[in-house]
């Protein structure tokens, strides 16, 4: 079991948006405004795509949004595309013991 | 663009040991810290390791403290996972990143695939 907790799977039709939630506690995604986002396409290495809760490194769509509300983070994704079918996973720092945690991840289908 | 390059994957039984090589190319290696991360195969991120920019401090996941060690040659821009006892559950892809400042990885490389089986 992970640490931080999404869901296993969202789907949307193209256009539309979808938004996945990353759960975690108050000794890390509440304490820290220090959670990432990474897309994973299939058999290739993660990709940052929202850093700091809610900025994004360059060239990086702005249909990729992040926000937070106290211990939970969510993803964003606006006018969904076919090439954005991937897994998603959050990250937060947890401090100088646990350090740095992941979501299980969330495999998002573009129906 | 930094370039990371992972090696030195492969099988090996349970016990024994395998070292990985990451290789970085394209920016000011020394002064980086650099991480490791594993996946299982169809599962999720797991943060595993860490090395402080002169290779002075380390920190490891509660999984492999102990068994693995880490180390960097800044001469060289390269940082090495020595990994001993393996288990099957250390059987994963082993990805090194760069650690950006606000505690995001901002680059990884390619990956490279351990398998601990008899």
């Known amino acids: 079991q992970s640490a931080l907790a999404q869901p296993a799977s969202v789907s949307g039709s193209p256009g539309q948006s979808i938004t996945i939630s990353c759960t975690g506690s108050?000794?890390?995604?509440?304490?820290?405004?220090?959670v990432s986002w990474y897309q994973q396409l299939p058999d290739k290495a993660p990709k940052l795509i929202i850093y700091?809760?809610?900025k994004r490194p360059s060239g990086v769509s702005n249909r990729f949004s992040g926000s937070k509300a106290a211990n939970t983070a969510s993803l964003t994704i606006s006018g969904l595309q076919a090439e954005d079918e991937a897994d998603y996973y959050c990250?937060?720092?947890?401090?100088?013991?646990?350090?740095?945690?992941f979501g299980g991840g969330t495999k998002l289908t573009v129906l | 663009e930094p370039q990371l390059v992972e090696s030195g994957g492969g099988l090996v039984q349970p016990g024994g040991s395998l070292r990985l090589s990451c290789a970085v190319s394209?920016?000011?290696?020394?002064?980086?810290?650099l991480h490791w991360v594993r996946q299982v195969p169809g599962k999720g991120l797991v943060w595993v390791s860490r090395?402080?920019?002169?290779?002075?401090?380390?920190n490891y996941a509660d999984s492999v403290k102990g068994r693995f060690t880490l180390s960097r040659d800044n001469a060289d821009n390269t940082v090495y996972l020595q990994m001993s006892n393996l288990r099957a559950e250390d059987t994963a892809i082993y990805y090194c990143?760069?650690?950006?400042?606000?505690?995001?990885?901002?680059?990884w490389g390619q990956g490279t695939v351990v398998t601990v089986s008899s």
């Open positions: 394209g920016f000011t290696f020394s002064s980086y810290w």
């Open positions: 700091e809760d809610s």
């Open positions: 090395i402080n920019s002169e290779g002075t401090s380390t």
């Open positions: 108050s000794t890390n995604i509440g304490n820290y405004n220090l």
């Open positions: 990250c937060s720092y947890a401090g100088s013991r646990r350090l740095w945690l």
């Open positions: 990143a760069t650690i950006g400042d606000s505690a995001e990885f901002d680059h």
